[in-house]
């Protein structure tokens, strides 16, 4: 059983337009929400996480939106660029362990 | 700083060969992951390390070992390779205080395949 889930495959946005990620977790346990983001051919590289105790954080472009009673989670990204275009996972952990979805692949259109 | 470092970049087994996925990294780390990535499954906790000396399974353990002598290296091994090994490998790493919730760097991975 999924333990959390990205139920969009693929996302596709024009520059300059809001893009929004989405997540769903089911272990309430869970106290830190992580968003990476993967380029073709390299390792996934850290964007941006927010503690069980905030329920929104913000780094530039990107902000991580987090409703506990829900668990779900969501990355906006505004205003979309092209160099964008990436393949996103969200990740949530505990002490030890981080669980990944399976991955939204965005792509950023001109 | 290298980062983390990952040998090798590709390699192509044999089934029932063995071999070691090298991980290394030089940030002093006291966590360190290996996951595997395939086509549509995201990436899977294979082992991690919380320290050096302890090591402990991950969502998808079977048919790897890993041991950590150091705080730099952390190897995988595959003791006899299957088909079902035909997978990216990724190996990462965090600082550690007492929960993983900072981020991880992540190698370049390895793509490996299991004729």
């Known amino acids: 059983d999924q333990q959390v889930k990205q139920n969009s495959p693929s996302l596709s946005v024009q520059e300059g337009r809001i893009s929004i990620l989405n997540c769903d977790y089911t272990?309430?346990?869970?106290?830190?929400f992580l968003w990476y983001k993967k380029y073709p051919a390299e390792g996934p590289t850290f964007l941006i996480s927010?503690?069980?105790?905030?329920d929104k954080n913000e780094d530039g472009r990107f902000t991580v939106f987090l409703n506990k009673s829900a668990k779900h989670l969501s990355l906006h990204i505004v205003p979309s660029q092209p160099g964008d275009s990436a393949v996103y996972f969200c990740a949530v952990g505990g002490s030890e362990k981080l669980v990944f979805g399976k991955g939204t692949k965005l792509t950023v259109n001109p | 700083n290298a980062g983390v470092t990952q040998t090798p970049k590709f390699q192509v087994l044999k089934t029932g060969q063995s071999m070691t996925l090298q991980c290394a990294q030089d940030m002093n780390h006291e966590y360190m992951s290996w996951y595997r990535q395939d086509p549509g499954m995201g990436l899977r906790l294979i082992h991690y390390s919380v320290g050096a000396g302890i090591t402990d399974q991950g969502e998808v353990p079977n048919g790897y070992n890993v041991s950590r002598s150091t705080t730099e290296d952390f190897p995988l091994r595959l003791l006899s390779a299957a088909p079902s090994q035909t997978s990216v490998y990724f190996c990462?790493?965090?600082?550690?205080?007492?929960?993983?919730?900072?981020?991880?760097?992540f190698g370049p991975g390895t793509r490996l395949t299991v004729l």
């Open positions: 927010i503690s069980s105790i905030k």
């Open positions: 272990n309430s346990m869970f106290d830190y």
């Open positions: 990462a790493s965090s600082y550690f205080r007492g929960y993983i919730g900072n981020e991880q760097f």
